[in-house]
């Protein structure tokens, strides 16, 4: 049996996706599915059960490979729910949620022997300074200062884990953090504001035929040329079914594909998957977040690499023409 936290969100719901396309629909998701159309998500999926985020111990512990599982063991937990707004300021809900939650987890896939594989973020690189490396040495997590509160709850969590892995022996029988930049595809309606560039631009398309992105405030970049690594999540997905088929995988990776694009690349992907030129205005950033705003991410992707990660990843115009035509322009966009 697999648990997905965040089952019903926006990677969870796609890795669910991709474990039925295995063949596997012994999977649980936790999650909070509110009074939106979040269960939209997951309403094609085949799943053993859904509960909340304070029943998963509970539920864990009933479903202990050292107990009776008559009903069937948990071997692995996949992590991805989160607290993941950026812009939230209620710090203490931040560390109950990211933080305290994720140490809790890991304990009992420690106890219990269960696989762990966690979602930690990009955000814990802060503006860049220090790079994009995915190396986990004391030295190196200690250099990085992330932006936000939920780039710090990750930070932390990530500092934590891998000191316990390293120094103390203390870890799941596998365990991997994985440091998901800017991940885009079906299935991330429910999350408003939090959406990616891609959705939102497609929107704009077929509202207004033009798109609005940041000006650039600084003199080192164009209007448009603030740069990310953009990941589709169909590459999310096989990373980590990748990791399950390798259980002698340990570590902190990075989740990108390695290549940065510009906005302008990204926005004009989209129009041309909708077979229409681009037309783009600039808007002044708020002044608010300007110091906080990040104008490069990268991902080194060397890690994961050496790992033994072969498959290629989708090129930014391959998975911005997918996401359009199979998805956002079709009467169902669920997957």
């Known amino acids: 049996m697999i648990v997905v936290t965040g089952g019903a969100g926006f990677i969870g719901s796609n890795l669910v996706a991709g474990l039925n396309e295995r063949g596997i629909d012994d999977v649980v998701v936790c999650d909070v599915l509110g009074t939106g159309d979040k269960w939209r998500n997951i309403a094609k999926r085949e799943i053993a059960d859904v509960i909340g985020p304070d029943s998963l111990f509970d539920y864990l512990e009933d479903h202990d490979s050292a107990g009776s599982s008559r009903w069937g063991a948990v071997d692995a937990v996949f992590h991805l729910g989160a607290n993941s707004s950026t812009t939230e300021t209620d710090v203490d809900r931040i560390v109950d949620q990211n933080l305290a939650y994720t140490l809790k987890l890991w304990r009992h896939c420690t106890e219990r022997k269960v696989r762990l594989i966690y979602a930690s973020s990009a955000a814990t690189y802060g503006d860049g300074s220090h790079g994009f490396d ?16 939920y780039g710090w709850s990750k930070h932390a969590a990530d500092r934590r884990l891998t000191r316990l892995a390293r120094e103390a022996g ?33 929107e704009q398309i077929v509202e207004t035929g033009r798109v609005r992105l940041f000006r650039s405030h600084r003199p080192d970049y164009t ?20 990791l399950l088929d390798h259980p002698e995988v340990n570590g902190l990776y990075n989740m990108g594909t390695g290549q940065g694009r510009t906005f302008a690349d990204l926005v004009g992907a989209t129009f041309r998957a909708m077979d229409r030129e681009p037309a783009i205005d600039f808007i002044d950033m708020p002044a608010q ?30 998975g911005v023409t997918r996401y359009v035509r199979n998805f956002l322009a079709t009467g169902d966009r669920y997957l």
Not at 175 to 199: C, T
């Open 223 to 242: 209007d448009g040329g603030q740069t990310r690594d953009f990941v589709h999540v169909d590459d999310c997905v096989a990373v980590m079914l990748w």
């Open 134 to 149: 995915d190396d986990s040495s004391p030295a190196a997590l200690a250099a990085l200062q992330p932006l936000n509160p």
């Open 170 to 202: 203390l870890r799941p029988p596998q365990w991997a953090g994985l440091k998901f930049f800017n991940v885009y595809g079906p299935n991330e309606y429910h999350k408003d504001d939090m959406r990616s560039v891609v959705a939102k631009a497609y």
């Open 289 to 318: 977040i300007r110091d906080r705003y990040q104008y490069f991410t990268e991902a080194k992707m060397e890690r994961l690499r050496t790992a033994g990660y072969e498959a290629p990843f989708l090129s930014l115009e391959d």
